[in-house]
Protein backbone atom coordinates (compact mmCIF):
# COMPACT_ATOMS: atom_id res chain seq x y z
CA UNK A 1 0.00 0.00 0.00
CA UNK A 2 0.93 4.19 0.12
CA UNK A 3 3.84 4.53 2.39
CA UNK A 4 4.32 8.25 3.33
CA UNK A 5 8.32 8.41 4.67
CA UNK A 6 9.23 11.29 7.37
CA UNK A 7 13.11 11.82 8.21
CA UNK A 8 14.59 12.51 10.70
CA UNK A 9 12.77 10.55 13.41
CA UNK A 10 13.87 12.26 16.64
CA UNK A 11 16.25 15.46 16.54
CA UNK A 12 17.78 16.88 19.43
CA UNK A 13 19.51 20.64 19.20
CA UNK A 14 20.16 23.82 20.87
CA UNK A 15 18.47 26.75 20.78
CA UNK A 16 18.60 29.53 17.94
CA UNK A 17 19.82 25.96 15.56
CA UNK A 18 16.88 25.97 12.02
CA UNK A 19 15.64 22.07 11.55
CA UNK A 20 14.51 20.49 8.73
CA UNK A 21 12.23 17.71 8.39
CA UNK A 22 11.21 16.02 5.11
CA UNK A 23 8.01 14.14 4.68
CA UNK A 24 8.06 11.64 1.03
CA UNK A 25 5.63 9.93 -0.64
CA UNK A 26 7.44 6.82 -1.64
CA UNK A 27 4.68 4.90 -4.24
CA UNK A 28 2.45 7.74 -5.26
CA UNK A 29 2.41 11.67 -6.33
CA UNK A 30 0.78 13.65 -3.24
CA UNK A 31 -0.21 16.99 -5.14
CA UNK A 32 -0.95 17.70 -1.36
CA UNK A 33 0.64 17.49 2.07
CA UNK A 34 -0.41 18.29 5.80
CA UNK A 35 1.71 19.25 8.67
CA UNK A 36 -0.09 18.49 11.88
CA UNK A 37 1.65 19.27 15.40
CA UNK A 38 1.44 17.27 18.53
CA UNK A 39 2.34 18.42 22.12
CA UNK A 40 2.25 15.42 24.18
CA UNK A 41 -0.91 14.10 25.36
CA UNK A 42 -2.94 16.57 23.16
CA UNK A 43 -4.80 15.73 19.71
CA UNK A 44 -2.94 16.73 15.95
CA UNK A 45 -3.34 20.59 15.33
CA UNK A 46 -3.37 21.24 11.65
CA UNK A 47 -0.82 23.64 11.17
CA UNK A 48 -0.63 24.11 7.18
CA UNK A 49 -1.50 22.19 4.00
CA UNK A 50 1.63 22.19 1.51
CA UNK A 51 0.79 22.38 -2.20
CA UNK A 52 3.17 21.40 -4.83
CA UNK A 53 4.44 24.36 -6.51
CA UNK A 54 2.71 27.22 -4.95
CA UNK A 55 2.76 28.44 -1.61
CA UNK A 56 2.28 26.90 1.83
CA UNK A 57 -1.41 27.40 3.21
CA UNK A 58 -1.38 28.42 6.87
CA UNK A 59 -3.88 27.75 9.30
CA UNK A 60 -4.92 30.65 11.57
CA UNK A 61 -2.13 30.95 14.79
CA UNK A 62 0.29 29.30 12.93
CA UNK A 63 3.50 31.36 12.30
CA UNK A 64 4.74 31.48 8.59
CA UNK A 65 8.16 32.84 9.00
CA UNK A 66 9.06 30.38 11.64
CA UNK A 67 8.07 27.45 9.97
CA UNK A 68 9.02 27.38 6.25
CA UNK A 69 7.01 24.90 4.10
CA UNK A 70 8.10 24.07 0.75
CA UNK A 71 6.90 21.61 -2.16
CA UNK A 72 9.05 21.37 -4.99
CA UNK A 73 8.12 18.50 -5.95
CA UNK A 74 5.10 15.79 -6.31
CA UNK A 75 6.48 13.31 -3.66
CA UNK A 76 8.33 15.83 -1.19
CA UNK A 77 7.35 18.17 1.44
CA UNK A 78 9.61 20.06 4.04
CA UNK A 79 9.32 21.77 7.17
CA UNK A 80 11.42 23.97 8.48
CA UNK A 81 11.21 24.61 11.38
CA UNK A 82 13.63 28.40 11.99
CA UNK A 83 15.22 29.53 14.70
CA UNK A 84 13.69 27.39 17.38
CA UNK A 85 13.25 27.80 20.65
CA UNK A 86 12.52 25.55 23.31
CA UNK A 87 8.85 25.87 22.99
CA UNK A 88 8.97 24.35 19.46
CA UNK A 89 9.77 20.99 21.12
CA UNK A 90 6.49 19.32 19.45
CA UNK A 91 6.11 15.80 17.56
CA UNK A 92 5.13 16.80 13.80
CA UNK A 93 3.77 14.85 11.48
CA UNK A 94 3.06 14.89 7.74
CA UNK A 95 0.21 13.18 5.62
CA UNK A 96 -0.31 12.72 1.98
CA UNK A 97 -3.59 12.00 -0.01
CA UNK A 98 -3.59 11.06 -3.55
CA UNK A 99 -6.56 13.59 -4.42
CA UNK A 100 -8.38 15.88 -3.19
CA UNK A 101 -11.62 14.81 -1.48
CA UNK A 102 -10.90 11.01 -1.95
CA UNK A 103 -12.54 8.81 -0.25
CA UNK A 104 -9.37 6.68 0.42
CA UNK A 105 -7.59 7.46 3.72
CA UNK A 106 -4.73 9.93 4.15
CA UNK A 107 -1.27 8.20 4.93
CA UNK A 108 0.63 9.58 7.72
CA UNK A 109 4.12 9.50 8.47
CA UNK A 110 6.11 8.01 11.64
CA UNK A 111 6.29 11.42 12.59
CA UNK A 112 9.89 13.60 13.92
CA UNK A 113 10.12 14.21 17.57
CA UNK A 114 11.64 17.72 18.07
CA UNK A 115 13.18 18.55 21.33
CA UNK A 116 15.26 22.24 22.06
CA UNK A 117 17.03 22.27 24.47
CA UNK B 1 -15.42 25.50 13.87
CA UNK B 2 -15.64 21.91 13.77
CA UNK B 3 -14.92 20.31 17.16
CA UNK B 4 -14.43 16.60 17.42
CA UNK B 5 -14.63 15.29 21.35
CA UNK B 6 -13.67 11.31 22.56
CA UNK B 7 -14.63 9.72 25.49
CA UNK B 8 -13.07 8.21 27.43
CA UNK B 9 -9.74 9.95 27.26
CA UNK B 10 -8.33 6.82 28.92
CA UNK B 11 -9.77 2.84 29.42
CA UNK B 12 -8.20 -0.08 30.77
CA UNK B 13 -10.10 -3.62 30.78
CA UNK B 14 -9.50 -6.85 30.63
CA UNK B 15 -8.16 -9.18 27.89
CA UNK B 16 -10.90 -10.81 25.81
CA UNK B 17 -13.94 -7.70 26.26
CA UNK B 18 -15.82 -6.03 23.81
CA UNK B 19 -15.42 -2.71 23.95
CA UNK B 20 -16.48 0.32 22.42
CA UNK B 21 -15.47 4.06 21.99
CA UNK B 22 -16.73 7.20 21.30
CA UNK B 23 -16.55 10.09 19.17
CA UNK B 24 -18.90 13.10 18.51
CA UNK B 25 -18.55 16.10 15.96
CA UNK B 26 -20.35 19.67 16.56
CA UNK B 27 -21.00 20.07 13.07
CA UNK B 28 -22.33 17.33 10.74
CA UNK B 29 -22.05 18.66 7.46
CA UNK B 30 -18.64 16.13 7.42
CA UNK B 31 -16.96 14.16 4.63
CA UNK B 32 -15.47 11.06 5.93
CA UNK B 33 -14.59 10.44 9.54
CA UNK B 34 -11.60 8.16 9.94
CA UNK B 35 -10.23 6.02 12.79
CA UNK B 36 -6.48 5.76 13.49
CA UNK B 37 -4.43 4.22 15.51
CA UNK B 38 -1.28 5.51 17.18
CA UNK B 39 1.08 3.82 19.18
CA UNK B 40 3.06 5.82 21.74
CA UNK B 41 6.03 8.10 20.00
CA UNK B 42 4.91 6.81 16.34
CA UNK B 43 2.46 8.33 13.72
CA UNK B 44 -0.76 7.86 12.95
CA UNK B 45 -2.21 3.96 11.37
CA UNK B 46 -5.62 3.91 9.58
CA UNK B 47 -8.01 1.33 10.72
CA UNK B 48 -11.47 2.62 9.26
CA UNK B 49 -12.72 5.61 7.06
CA UNK B 50 -16.91 5.84 6.63
CA UNK B 51 -17.95 8.14 4.22
CA UNK B 52 -20.98 10.47 4.83
CA UNK B 53 -23.12 8.45 3.17
CA UNK B 54 -22.57 5.26 5.08
CA UNK B 55 -23.66 4.34 8.37
CA UNK B 56 -20.69 1.48 9.32
CA UNK B 57 -17.39 -0.24 8.58
CA UNK B 58 -16.39 -3.39 9.47
CA UNK B 59 -12.54 -4.95 9.61
CA UNK B 60 -11.89 -8.11 11.22
CA UNK B 61 -12.06 -7.22 14.62
CA UNK B 62 -13.48 -3.93 14.11
CA UNK B 63 -16.36 -2.05 13.49
CA UNK B 64 -16.50 2.12 13.20
CA UNK B 65 -20.38 3.09 13.15
CA UNK B 66 -21.78 6.83 12.04
CA UNK B 67 -24.86 9.15 13.16
CA UNK B 68 -24.18 12.13 11.17
CA UNK B 69 -27.62 13.23 12.43
CA UNK B 70 -26.33 13.07 16.06
CA UNK B 71 -22.95 13.84 15.48
CA UNK B 72 -21.46 10.65 17.15
CA UNK B 73 -19.38 7.69 16.06
CA UNK B 74 -18.40 4.70 17.43
CA UNK B 75 -15.42 2.19 17.55
CA UNK B 76 -16.18 -1.20 18.30
CA UNK B 77 -13.35 -3.64 19.31
CA UNK B 78 -14.47 -7.36 19.73
CA UNK B 79 -12.42 -9.52 21.60
CA UNK B 80 -9.65 -7.20 22.94
CA UNK B 81 -5.93 -8.85 22.89
CA UNK B 82 -3.05 -6.62 24.85
CA UNK B 83 -1.72 -5.72 20.97
CA UNK B 84 -4.55 -3.71 20.62
CA UNK B 85 -3.29 -1.14 23.37
CA UNK B 86 -2.74 2.30 21.65
CA UNK B 87 -4.11 5.26 21.27
CA UNK B 88 -6.91 5.80 19.40
CA UNK B 89 -8.07 8.60 17.43
CA UNK B 90 -10.98 10.10 15.10
CA UNK B 91 -10.95 12.46 12.93
CA UNK B 92 -13.34 14.35 10.40
CA UNK B 93 -12.83 16.04 7.45
CA UNK B 94 -11.83 15.23 3.60
CA UNK B 95 -8.09 16.08 3.51
CA UNK B 96 -7.76 18.88 6.18
CA UNK B 97 -8.69 16.59 8.99
CA UNK B 98 -9.80 17.99 13.15
CA UNK B 99 -9.24 15.47 15.37
CA UNK B 100 -10.54 14.50 18.85
CA UNK B 101 -7.92 14.21 21.88
CA UNK B 102 -7.87 10.55 21.80
CA UNK B 103 -8.48 7.30 23.82
CA UNK B 104 -5.24 5.68 25.79
CA UNK B 105 -6.51 2.36 25.85
CA UNK B 106 -5.18 -0.37 27.38
CA UNK B 107 -5.75 -4.04 27.48
CA UNK B 108 -4.57 -5.90 30.74
CA UNK B 109 -3.29 -9.58 29.63
Known amino acids: GAVVSQHPSRVICKSGTSVKIECRSL??????MFWYRQFPKQSLMLMATSNEGSKATYEQGVEKDKFLINHASLTLSTLTVTSAHPEDSSFYICSAGTEPYSNQPQHFGDGTRLSIL | KQEVTQIPAALSVPEGENLVLNCSFTDSAIYNLQWFRQDPGKGLTSLLLIQSSQREQTSGRLNASLDKSSGRSTLYIAASQPGDSATYLCAVGAQKLVFGQGTRLTINP
Open chain 1, 27 to 32: DFQATT
